[in-house]
Every structure is written in structure tokens, then in C-alpha cells.
């Protein structure tokens, strides 16, 4: 979704969604891989992704979100607080799935492959919980956080998003996770074709 108006936090919002949708698609790929009888790359290629869920989305994107995007906009409108109950409650449930997902990995590394499946399904459902969240964010609310919020509150959501742990610049935990994501890619790319 283009947004017309260029504000900061709704660019890096959007532009963190498209990183975790790029790492699920890659755990998709991945239990895909172990499915088709070649070689599968090593379990540590999902299990990378899974530490990023957990140190960039879980640990700053989506606290974030509850902080100041939603909460602000429940202070203005009244209007979407069903939906923002929701994607408070889709935060907590977002850690509890990747946690099953880190057991059902765990699983599989014991026992190979007839835990597959059973992987592969929370994979799926993984991707359709996270897919559906980020429609809500990014076709009601943010729309909604442009037409309701003040310029005092984008002052302060620019300035909070502006300086989020981003793994594409430069700080010590960015420059971590930046690697990871990389180390992410140039492996998914070279293993899971
Ligand atoms: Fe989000
Ligand atoms: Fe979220």
C-alpha cells in the first residue's frame, strides 16, 4: 500500500512489515525444502529466522505499536477499538505462536522427519496470523492513524519509529541483526530454491 503522505513512522512501519513478511516467506520455503526429498538446508537457517522474529518484531516493532501508535489513536477516536483490542491481543499471540514454532523446530532436529509436518503446518498458519495482522495495521489503522492523529502525535511517532533498532543502519544490535538478515538471505537464496 502507497502512502501519499510521507510520514516517517508509517515508511518505517510499512517497510518492517515487508522484512518480516520476506522472513516468513523464507521459513515458508524452508519447511517447503523438507518436503521434496533433496537436500534440505540446515535447521539453523529457520532457527536464525526465528531469532530474528524475536529480537526485531517481538522485541521492538510490535511494543511499539501498542505504545504510542495504538494507543494514541485510541485517545482520538473511539472508532477502532475493536480493531486495536485485536492487534494488542494478535501482539501476545504473535509470541506464543513463534515459541511453538521454535518447539516444533526443536522437534524436528530430534527426530527428523516425521516432524516435518507438523512443522510445516504452524509455518502456514504462522504466515496467515501474520499476513492478516498486517492488513489490519497497514489497510485500517494506518489509514486511520492519518486521518485522526494530531501533529504533535506524528511528531512524536516519527521521532519514536525514526529511531528504531533498524537492521539496516547502524548501531551495534543493528549491525548484529543486519548480518543476521543477511546471513538470512544470501542462505535461503543459496539453499531453498
Ligand atoms: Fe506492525
Ligand atoms: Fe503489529
Request: no cysteine; aromatic share 8%.
Amino acid at each position: 500500500m502507497q502512502y501519499p503522505t510521507a510520514r516517517r513512522a508509517v515508511q518505517t512501519i510499512v517497510r518492517e512489515h515487508q522484512q518480516l513478511s520476506a522472513v516468513v516467506n523464507g521459513m515458508a520455503r524452508y519447511v517447503e525444502s523438507l518436503s521434496e526429498g533433496g537436500h534440505a538446508p540446515e535447521p539453523m537457517v529457520m532457527r536464525a529466522m526465528l531469532y530474528y522474529i524475536r529480537e526485531y518484531p517481538e522485541q521492538i516493532h510490535h511494543p511499539k505499536e501498542d505504545k504510542y501508535l495504538l494507543a494514541r489513536l485510541r485517545t482520538r477516536t473511539d472508532e477502532l477499538d475493536d480493531v486495536i483490542e485485536e492487534l494488542e491481543a494478535q501482539h501476545v499471540a504473535g509470541e506464543a505462536r513463534v515459541r511453538d514454532l521454535e518447539r516444533a523446530l526443536t522437534r524436528y532436529e530430534l527426530s527428523g522427519s516425521a516432524e516435518a509436518p507438523a512443522l510445516r503446518a504452524l509455518v502456514g498458519e504462522y504466515a496467515a496470523f501474520y499476513s492478516h495482522h498486517r492488513r489490519l495495521e497497514e489497510e485500517v489503522i494506518l489509514p486511520a492513524a492519518l486521518q485522526f492523529l494530531t501533529a504533535a502525535d506524528w511528531m512524536e511517532l516519527d521521532e519514536v519509529f525514526g529511531e528504531n533498532h533498524d537492521p539496516f543502519s547502524g548501531s551495534e544490535i543493528q549491525g548484529e541483526l543486519d548480518r543476521l538478515y543477511s546471513l538470512i538471505f544470501s542462505t535461503v537464496s543459496g539453499t531453498i530454491q
